[in-house]
């Protein structure tokens, strides 16, 4: 990630397994920048990590406070799972 970025709230329920994770409007541009396979690596790297880190089955990415889309139409509305590449 770039200067700039970064991480608004973090929040992990122990209970149901399941992370939100809210980013500033720098990082949804960042990641917009990279192109399509650029988008899926980021977004995928940042998803593996938190889940396996936490030990978690879901991760729901916002932009301050809104879904999380992509320059190309990806819509990241609820909770994803483990990322394969």
């Known amino acids: 990630m770039t200067e700039g970025c970064q991480l608004l709230s973090f929040k992990v329920n122990e209970e149901t397994h399941l992370i939100d994770l809210d980013f500033n409007a720098a990082t949804g541009e960042y ?31 916002t932009e301050e406070g809104k879904v999380l889309q992509t320059s190309h139409g990806a819509n990241y509305d609820g909770y994803s799972g483990i990322m394969s590449f």
């Open 31 to 61: 990641i917009r920048s990279m192109g399509t396979t650029g988008e899926i690596q980021i977004i995928g790297c940042i998803i593996n990590t938190y889940l396996e880190t936490y030990d978690c089955d879901g991760i729901k990415l």
